[in-house]
């Protein structure tokens, strides 16, 4: 499964993104799948994920209220909106997934079999 993340960019503090994960070639309907950031000079820590099924979702306390992962799974894409963006949140944002991944394991990295590229989102203040 190749994972194709996209929506970063430069926003100033207290602005918005969405950030977009899609599979090329495949659904990712059966998926559990999580974002995952990485500040330079940090260690690539958990953002948001949900679960395949169902759909529960879980997020990381600097991110509640914040950010909302959501699946459409016409368009086969999920999806992280982010609100009131502030300068810490500046890092690369990936994407991963997996087909076998159970919900207690999403903020796991090492529970994902598939990863995206990456994309960077820098938020000035």
């Known amino acids: 499964v190749q994972l194709q993340a996209s929506g970063g960019g430069l926003v100033q503090a207290g602005g918005s993104l969405r950030l977009s994960c899609a599979a090329s070639g495949r659904t990712l309907r059966n998926y559990g799948v999580g974002w995952f950031r990485q500040a330079v000079g940090t260690e690539r820590e958990f953002v948001a994920s949900?679960?395949?099924?169902?759909?529960?979702?879980l997020y990381a306390d600097s991110v509640k209220g914040r950010f909302t992962i959501s699946r459409d799974n016409v368009k086969a894409t999920v999806y992280l909106q982010m609100n009131n963006l502030k300068p810490e949140d500046t890092a690369i944002y990936y994407c991963a997934a997996d087909p076998r991944i159970i919900f207690s394991s999403l903020p796991n990295s090492r529970a994902y079999g598939y990863w995206g590229q990456g994309t960077q989102v820098t938020v000035s203040s």
């Open positions: 949900v679960h395949r099924s169902g759909g529960g979702t």
